[in-house]
């Protein structure tokens, strides 16, 4: 997944018990590339228990993605202003399915031509 990811990635060797090398993969890539004009979300307010997010996602229930804003060497990145979504390209989501990634769950995305997963 690394040779994939390149240097959009950290790995984290990890120790879990009864299992020998595990790591993590850490997304260093953040991308502001929402398509506010198609997708479905709610920003924190100044107004709400978490005054700190104000203008960041609480909760996207439609993402579409802006083709345009996502370099075509990204592979897996973050969205910019949300705790919780990870995109990874087809090829990133064909590598994570090869190495049997733990945990992943993936969603077919819109976006303005290809697709990518979250």
Known sequence: MADVAGADVQPIPVNISGQSGMIVLNALRTLRCVDEMHSEFIKWTKQDHRADLAGQYRQITKLVLDEAKIPRDAQIFRIEG?????VVSEAM???????GCLGAKFIELQTSGTRSHA
Do not use: I
């Open 82 to 86: 949300s705790l919780v979504e990870l």
């Open 93 to 99: 989501k064909d590598a994570m399915e090869h190495v």
